[in-house]
């Protein structure tokens, strides 16, 4: 027993060596595999499916979540916060209490514990922040304060997808923040934004780029999404190039430019047989997609009551703006020969009473326009809204476009992108403090309700994003800060004493300085060597081989291919050392 304690130095020593690393590699890339970090992931044994949107982690994932997790804790500390930690399993009552419970979807996983007592697993953790302090914050004098952990979640994800991109068990640092006022939440927010920057950029994605977004179910009226670029992502990101303004779509003001026609021409009933589509009306008429007017046909979840959204014929409807106008959950309609409507026909004119219709700005200002008539196999043309219906008010219920007009500079600057969410802020406001009945006597004895910020990061998340944006077709480009490994050797030819004793002599001098080397001294080839090494990603390479110290020298070069050394090999450890401060640099200034 007393020889087992005492191992740990060997036991490093074998993680170290990459013929002991648990994990294997392969050349093929996965079938099921759409997107590159994903693939690589498996195939360089990062990660191993074991359920829908559930992965075991091997020891250069743990590596890299370790490091992404410890430059979190060092930014959190910096502006004040508090580690704690919130169970993953908590009883529904507290979720009653803030009016969730009933409220999520099928998202929270719910279930029923030995005692019968209702259960859920943690997709988030406000109610926990919440139940945690509200008998320490009974005083303003104990505010302003913030608690953050990093934690295992769970959230019950419809279509999990990407790998760790998308997932439906995670580990995420989730931080609260309490105020006594907006304004104090106000400036926090300012801090954490800029922690959130750094966070970022020392994880090697100073790329990532803030965007203003929707709340969505987390409550609060103001809210920033922190997103990486790249094509593959999930989220749509609508960006001005002329003024820096950067917005989810989900968030994003439509506005749109009308000019009326001089004349307004009376409407017209026109027949057209089998035609039910926008494009295919303005085919038959000749005109546009801007001068029709299309219907856009929804159910309330609760209660299946139908909405109708009219929109301007090139427009689409942004259901998360509709969703928050409405205040409820809505869903495509299912048009019944019962409930009024006339599939493909379906007009602003004529329409029946017993539903809520909805006019999108897009048709403010306009007129002479193409529309369903309401009547099998018709539509209308001439429609003038203002004119021919009563009491229209307009709403934004539109995705922007691209090409489109920026709401900040008001240029027609927008462009349309793809984006990976890695992080996200939100100010809550009251929402979880005045439901769950947490209050503080001000300094006049009043007795107040806090204000709240929540800040959260996918630590899984950002390892597969980084992935996602450095990568070639050989594996990951790792940054330095959160590489598994600082330093990769590759002793070709292992079986040459002068090979084995220089790159043994190199190892151990590298560790003894504190680097972190992955040492590969298989008798393998050298093309497995390096698609191996490829896959590990490290940033830093050392070649040991017979024909490199035939010149008494080793190489070194950057996975990134951005240089490569032929080194004398009694200055290699100097070298790589002075290559490893100045890779951290550039990611910490």
Known sequence: MLRAFFMPEIQEDNIMKLEKLVGDRFKERPSDCQIDSHAIMVRGGYIKYMANGIFSSY????????????????EMDKIDGQEVQFPVVMPASLWQESGRYESIGSELLRFTDRNRMPMVLGMTHEEAAVHLVREYGKSYTKYPFMIYQIQTKFRDEARPRGGLIRVREFTMKDAYSFHTSQEDLEQYYDKCHKAYENIFRRAGVPEVISVKSDSGMMGGSI???????????????ASCHECGFNANMEAADSIIENTRDEVSAPMELVH?????????????????????????VYQRNADDSYVVVFTRGDIDVNETKLRNFLGCEIHPAVITEECGLNAGYIGPVGLPENMTVLFDTSLQNTNNLSCGANKEEYHYTGLDIDRDCANVEYHD???????????NCHKHSI???RGIEVGNIFQLGTKYTKTMGMTYLDSNGEEKTPIMGCYGIGVGRLAASVCEAHHDDYGPIWPMPIAPWQVHICAVRSDDADVKACADKLYDTLQNAGAEVIYDDRQVSAGVMFSDADLLGVPLRVVVSPRNLKDNCCEISARDKSFSYKVPVEETADKVQELIKELMAKFND
Request: some cysteine; hydrophobic content about 35%; overall charge negative.
């Open 59 to 74: 020891a250069p994932t743990k590596r890299i979540t370790k490091k992404i997790e410890q430059i979190i804790r060092e």
């Open 223 to 237: 809210s920033h999404e922190f997103m990486l670029l790249t094509p593959v992502g999930e989220d749509t990101i």
């Open 272 to 296: 057209t047989p089998n035609i039910h589509t926008i494009e295919e009306i303005c085919d038959f008429l000749h005109t546009p997609k801007e001068k029709s007017c299309k219907a856009v």
């Open 415 to 417: 462009s349309i992108s």
């Open 397 to 407: 219920f539109a995705k922007i476009l691209d090409g489109g007009i920026c709401p």
